[in-house]
């Protein structure tokens, strides 16, 4: 079952922040966040393994929350470079590359 | 090469043909996935190998969709019988396998379209 990400969309200007989620039905064991740009490849970011740990990108980090099968990536400051759409992916322990993915949050930085 | 190559990328094909699209992974790299993506929506995962063995293809459609990596290195996803469902871009990834961070290295795709 593919997690679920809100919101679909966002909209920021720069130097806005934002909070894009990420839940699951199931136990997580990892969370991975990805960024597409339009017409391109999806682009890693950064991967969670454990409960609460935060982990950084440029002024784009993220948390893990176990309990509340949840993840959820900030983006601090933007920059006009961050509008993508952003994945997040779950995955099993032993393939860290077999992974599912939400539909995506949509995101556009304007000047 | 530096990064993951996918050819073709573009295939416009009749119903009924069969396709087949290549993955040319990092050099280096033990795992490779297969995963396709509709428009508007995530990856979603087909297939993967490390090395030449197919690991686990649990998300593979049907017996019409295929894939092998004879040599651990280049992949081919073969598709029989196209139908117009078949229609999504096919994206290749590959990573280094292993206990390592993770990432996976995603290739420019290969844009199916079934008439």
């Known amino acids: 079952q593919q997690p679920v990400q809100s919101p679909q969309a966002v909209i920021l200007r720069e130097g806005e922040d934002a909070v894009i989620n990420c839940s699951s039905s199931?136990?997580?064991?990892?969370v991975h966040w990805y960024r597409q740009k339009h017409g391109e490849a999806p682009v890693f970011l950064m991967i969670?393994?454990?409960?609460?740990e935060q982990k950084g990108h440029e002024k784009i980090s993220a948390s893990f929350n176990e309990k509340k099968q949840q993840s959820s990536l900030y983006l601090t400051a933007s920059q006009l470079s961050y509008s993508g759409t952003y994945f997040c992916g779950t995955g099993p322990t032993d393939s860290w590359g077999k992974l599912q993915f939400g539909a995506g949050t949509q995101v556009v930085v304007t000047p | 090469g530096a990064g993951v190559s996918q050819s073709p990328r573009y295939k416009v094909t009749k119903r009924g043909q069969d396709v087949a699209l290549r993955c040319d992974p990092i050099?280096?790299?033990?795992?490779l996935y297969w995963y396709r993506q509709a428009l508007g929506q995530g990856p979603e995962f087909l297939t993967y190998f490390n090395y030449e063995a197919q690991q686990d293809k649990s998300g593979l459609p049907n017996d019409r969709f295929s894939a092998e990596r004879p040599e651990g290195s280049i992949s081919t996803l073969t598709i029989q019988r196209t139908e117009q469902r078949d229609s999504a871009m096919y994206r290749c990834?590959?990573?280094f396998g292993g206990g390592n961070t993770g990432e996976l290295f995603f290739g420019e795709g290969s844009r199916l379209t079934v008439l």
């Open positions: 990834a590959s990573s």
């Open positions: 050099s280096g790299h033990v795992s």
């Open positions: 199931k136990a997580l064991y990892s």
């Open positions: 969670l393994l454990k409960g609460g």
